[in-house]
């Protein structure tokens, strides 16, 4: 049973693409939801929270739909150094986060 | 910007013998992960750590394990026995909160290869 599913990708994108990721998790009490990268042999990293309304950082753009349990995200502008693994996380308790395997973004010059 | 320091960065065993994992939180956050990754694969959460104990722990964290804040600034991650399906990378975090939105700062890891 997945609990957090994410396509694998890779997705292969020219720069200055536009890129959206998706991802479905199976807790409906689940708290909260974040979007990592994660550079080869790296450890993760905190990209941005995902709150109910939706938001923007930048290029960035997280969107939440509690209903259907889906968590997107959206790169707008793509460049080269957004090449990296992006890890769907769902924190599940008070203190654990579970996570999906990852979308794998490739951006070509 | 703070960080979270993890060492040894590659740390090889032979099967059956003892690791330790070190680690050294954000020096004002107070609560601590152990989270680990076998190559390609998932992240996998172990184990939370608040006020000097275990507040939550994975099926996978089991007797082998262990977790200790020995002296206010480290933060270790005990496998009393290694098995070769321990190899992974270990990767400790921190966050200064447990609310809904504290994000985790994660170290750069320890690899580590049971042999």
């Known amino acids: 049973r997945k609990e957090v599913e994410q396509d694998p990708g890779p997705f292969n994108v020219p720069e200055g693409a536009t890129v959206a990721f998706n991802c479905t998790y199976s807790?409906?009490?689940?708290?909260?939801f974040f979007w990592y990268r994660q550079d080869c042999r790296k450890e993760p990293k905190l990209l941005m929270s995902v709150y109910s309304s939706g938001n923007e950082d930048g290029r960035f753009t997280a969107q939440l739909n509690r209903a259907s349990q889906y968590i997107s995200l959206l790169i707008r502008d793509s460049k080269l150094s957004d090449s990296a693994t992006y890890l769907c996380v769902v924190k599940v308790s008070n203190y654990q986060l579970i996570w999906g395997a990852g979308t794998k973004l490739i951006i070509k010059p | 910007e703070p960080e979270v320091t993890q060492t040894p960065s590659h740390q090889v065993t032979q099967m059956g013998q003892e690791v330790i994992l070190r680690c050294v939180p954000i020096s004002n956050h107070l609560y601590f992960y152990w989270y680990r990754q076998i190559l390609g694969q998932k992240v996998e959460f172990l184990v939370s750590f608040y006020n000097n104990e275990i507040s939550e722990k994975s099926e996978i964290f089991d007797d082998q394990f262990s977790v200790e804040r020995p002296d206010g600034s480290n933060f270790t991650l005990k496998i009393r026995s290694t098995k070769l399906e321990d190899s992974a990378m270990y990767f400790c975090?921190?966050?200064?909160?447990?609310?809904?939105?504290?994000?985790?700062?994660f170290g750069s890891g320890t690899r580590l290869t049971v042999v």
């Open positions: 807790n409906s009490a689940s708290q909260s």
């Open positions: 975090a921190s966050s200064g909160g447990q609310g809904s939105y504290y994000g985790y700062t």
